[in-house]
């Protein structure tokens, strides 16, 4: 199989080489071997520059502020029959504890678990969150800021007003949205500045995740109006405002967006690098790239070019290097000038300098081989469910690092910027998933889904580009690849994916026939789950073994693509044994992780390149007769306590790595940055 970075090479016939290279060299007078680094920075650079607009994280600067509005928000559940009497009612003109009663509900926190009311925690419509802000006046005042409301991820629908006025609306719950309010807070500087919020969790056939609404209309069995809300994926579908909601402000000149794409050869390093900017004339720019010292490696005055880094530090991954997650930093400072006013701006952006390449047999970062032994994940807690919350966060970090663990997916759709910002900086590689998960009903396969799956890629990867953490993109988790509609909608959907990024591999998650599989022609990594001895064959441990292996070389067989077995595991509830061990034991759980790592030993000398258990830790479900308050396939309970299964996990992730290269004494855990 073709490497990702010739992949990107076929492109340059088209490029113009207008770039700058730090140092006074002239691009055509580089060396042939640095020549070709650099026609192919340009040439995948060309594809990530694709998006017309930026969505950078905010970020304070000597030109920019940035004002929280986490904390308690007045709240309202639409509880009328048809959801809609906030709309017909048009709650959002005044203040929100007119409308009828109100509660204070927590911002970012999803609204579920928060109080005693049963309804609540499954209700499915509409709610409402209002909360008036004093913004400061030197803001109103200035005609040349900008102020803009963000909010980080709502779920799944959401519609804001400021002062009852609709500035902005977002499909899909897991990527953040914004608007610009300066000039309708200036209409009336006077009045208080009045947030409201309207979250639909509401899935239908075309949303990622799907699901559907069904109406039970027997009224000898279920009340007037009764429905339910029908899934297809295995975890709680956690609704509201799930991460912060901000205020920031740049000058009206600013700097929309910055792209990054990285390379290196022998010492030197090269960062390619694109800075859009929005309302300038005009502008000049100054382009610092500097490293953890606080020194600067390499500069620029062109709004796009390539900055050559002498004696490169390149971002390594946790446990393949002694300097994992090293990070520069590119300063932007913009000066420009529009109708007649001059606007400063500066943006400061975490680069890490690494490549990442694709064989048949292997995962390549930084020209070395990579092999994730790592986790799957869930944004979930108890009372705050899929709310950003930074003491877990960081205790999940310190539990990651304690376990051995050097990467992690998404799953199953895309978590906070801040838990990537901490990948970073920390070394944890990341597989970028979407929120393509439960794509098991045929009408999912309609042009008015994979229309929005597209759109869904756009934010992500427009979100996510510049994370040096972030190695591969995974489009979905185990859909029914095997219906006819499936190979039209992940070829185009993959490819679309490619075109946004071509420095990554593609892939998506399945649990199909491997024969019968209509979208793993299209992938860079082919990334199989199966849970042998659990939902097949349950409580016979023997058939491990040979079910694996045989899983293993019909992928491989048919595809010649390096694998990750993306979930295996067991469930386990923390404190019940058994001997000999029975299923639901924590005997059990340590069998089976035993017997899937039996395998992978064989078949990682060949072939497979990663094992991602399912699951860190216990996760909320719904309710029903397969799950007992969740699942409980975390080798860590909700509280993140070990159960038997982490110490199997840590012994063997810390002897992978150090097989992959002569560890130093630092590594003993706890490690420093």
Same mark, same amino acid.
């Given at each position: 199989m073709t490497s990702q970075r010739h992949l990107a090479t076929n492109r340059l016939s088209s490029i113009n080489f207008t770039g700058n290279v730090v140092g006074n060299t002239a691009l055509i007078m580089l060396k042939p071997e640095t020549l070709f680094r650099c026609l192919w920075l340009f040439a995948a650079f060309e594809a990530v520059c694709l998006l017309d607009t930026g969505m950078l994280f905010p970020r304070e600067s000597s030109s920019r502020e940035v004002k929280e509005l986490n904390g308690v928000w007045n709240f309202r559940a639409d509880r009328s029959p048809d959801r809609n009497q906030g709309f017909d009612g048009a709650w959002y003109t005044r203040r929100l504890a007119e409308t009828g009663p109100v509660i204070d509900m927590p911002v970012p926190a999803s609204y579920n678990d928060i109080t005693q009311d049963p309804t609540l925690r499954d209700f499915i419509g509409w709610v409402w969150y209002e909360r008036e802000v004093v913004v400061p006046s030197r803001w109103i005042a200035d005609e040349g800021t900008r102020v803009v409301i963000r909010v980080g991820s709502a779920h799944y629908y959401s519609v804001v007003w400021v002062n009852g006025v609709r500035v902005t609306e977002h499909k899909g719950g897991h990527l953040p949205f914004e608007a610009e309010i300066g000039a309708l807070l200036r209409k009336d500087p006077t009045q208080p500045c009045r947030i409201t919020i309207a979250v639909n969790n509401t899935l239908s056939l075309d949303t990622l995740p799907p699901g559907t609404i069904q109406h039970m209309t027997d009224q000898t069995k279920y009340p007037k109006g009764y429905f339910v809300? =029908?899934?297809?994926? /295995? $975890? $709680? %579908?956690?609704?509201?405002? +799930? #991460? &912060?909601?901000?205020?920031?402000?740049?000058?009206k000149a600013y700097v929309d967006d910055i792209t990054v794409v990285t390379d290196f050869l022998d010492n030197t390093g090269f960062v390619k690098y694109r800075v859009s900017v929005q309302n300038a004339a005009s502008a000049t720019f100054k382009i610092t790239l500097i490293n953890k010292d606080g020194h600067s490696v390499a500069s620029s005055s062109e709004p796009s070019g390539v900055l050559k880094i002498m004696d490169v530090n390149l971002w390594w991954p946790y446990l393949m290097h002694e300097n994992p997650g090293y990070l520069y930093s590119l300063e932007v400072h913009l000066l420009a000038v529009d109708g007649g006013s001059a606007y400063n701006d500066m943006y400061t952006l975490p680069v890490g300098i690494r490549t990442v390449d694709v064989t048949s047999t292997q995962f390549l970062i930084n020209k070395k081989p990579f092999y994730f032994h790592g986790v799957n994940k869930h944004e979930d807690s108890d009372i705050r469910g899929k709310g950003l919350d930074w003491p877990l966060m960081v205790k999940d970090f310190n539990l990651l690092k304690w376990l051995g663990a050097n990467s992690f997916r998404t799953s199953h759709y895309p978590y906070a910027e801040e838990i990537l910002q901490m990948c970073d900086r920390h070394g944890i590689v990341v597989i970028d998933e979407c929120p393509g998960v439960g794509i098991k009903d045929i009408r999912s396969f309609r042009n008015a889904s994979l229309n929005h799956h597209l759109v869904v890629m756009d934010e992500l990867v427009r979100r996510d580009k510049n994370h040096a953490s972030v190695v591969m993109w995974s489009v979905a988790n185990e859909p029914a690849a095997e219906?006819? &509609?499936?190979?039209?909608y992940f070829k185009t959907l993959i490819k679309h994916t490619k075109e946004l990024d071509p420095t990554r591999p593609v892939t998506f998650i399945t649990n199909s026939n491997y024969a019968r599989d209509k979208g793993a022609p299209y992938v860079d990594v082919i990334c199989v789950n199966s849970y042998f001895?659990?939902? +097949? /064959? &349950?409580? +016979?441990?023997? *058939?491990?073994?040979? !079910?694996? %292996?045989? !899983? $293993?070389? %019909?992928?491989?067989?048919?595809? !010649?693509k390096p694998i990750i077995q993306s979930e295996y595991g067991a469930d386990a509830l923390p404190g019940l044994h058994s001997d000999p061990p029975m299923m639901f034991t924590e005997e059990y759980q340590k069998l089976v992780l035993q017997s899937y790592h =039996? *395998?992978?030993?064989?078949? #990682?000398? !060949?072939y497979v390149i990663g094992e991602l258990i399912w699951n860190f830790a216990d996760f909320m479900t719904t309710q029903g007769i397969m799950r007992v308050v969740g699942n409980k396939k975390g080798v860590f309970s909700r509280q993140r306590q070990p159960k038997a299964a982490a110490f199997i996990l840590k012994e063997r992730y810390w002897r992978l790595a150090n097989e992959t290269g002569k560890l130093p004494p630092w590594t003993k855990y706890p490690c420093s940055l």
């Open positions: 809300q =029908n899934i297809y994926f /295995d $975890f $709680f %579908n956690y609704a509201g405002i +799930h #991460r &912060p909601v901000l205020l920031y402000t740049t000058p219906m006819p &509609p499936a190979d039209f001895s659990w939902y +097949h /064959d &349950p409580g +016979h441990l023997e *058939v491990i073994p040979i !079910q694996l %292996n045989t !899983q $293993f070389e %019909n992928w491989y067989g048919k595809y !010649q =039996n *395998v992978f030993d064989q078949k #990682r000398k !060949q």
